[in-house]
Structure formats: C-alpha cells, structure tokens
C-alpha cells in the first residue's frame, strides 16, 4: 500500500474546517468588541444627558467611524440604550450577533 501525499491529502481536506472555524473565533471576538464600545458608548451618553448634553451625539462620538452605519441610540427618560452590529463580512450574521448595552443618568433638577 503506497502512503506518499496522505498528509498532504488530509491537510487538504482539513482545511476547510480549519478556515470556518477561525472565521467564527474571529467574529465572536468582533461580537465581544462590539459589545465593550456599545458599554462605552452608553456610558458617555448617559453623562452628557447628566450634565444637560445630547446624549444620542455623546454615544455616537465615542464610536469608532466603522460604527456610523451600525449603531442605534435610544434615550427615554434617564436611560440611554445602544444597540450595535459587529463587523462582520456577512450582513445576516452582524444582526443576528448585534449587541445592546444601556446606561442610566439622574437628570438635573
């Protein structure tokens, strides 16, 4: 039984999953990301509105540019909710991981 070019078969045909799942690590790692800006994005709009600010500019400022076309921002009362898609190469994938953080502000008197 000649063996030559099993490894380089195998390795080949491997491959395939090899690629899928970095693909997947990489966009939970965009999810995650995505998750750490929305905090701070809630978070500076939910002081803006503390100080008498706009706080739907304060959460969209302290986003990088890729989140312009991403990024929703919702104030009711004293809360301030942004919902963001992560980077992703498939639009489908980036709504189903969007993510959602929310920060609450004591309005002024």
Same mark, same amino acid.
């Given at each position: ?50 100080? *008498? ?23 009711? *009362? ?32």
């Amino acid at each position: 039984m000649d063996e030559r070019g099993q490894s380089t078969v195998e390795l080949v045909a491997a491959l395939p999953v090899l690629l899928l799942s970095a693909l997947v690590a990489l966009q939970l790692l965009a999810a995650g990301y995505a998750l750490t800006l929305a905090d701070g994005a809630a978070e500076a709009g939910a002081l803006a509105l503390a100080s *008498g600010g706009s706080a739907a500019e304060a959460a969209r400022g302290a986003l990088p540019g890729w989140a312009e076309d991403d990024v929703s921002v919702a104030v009711e *009362g004293g809360e301030v909710t942004v919902r963001l898609r992560p980077p992703s190469p498939l639009r489908s994938v980036a709504e189903r991981l969007q993510v959602s953080s929310s920060a609450a502000a004591r309005l002024p008197r």
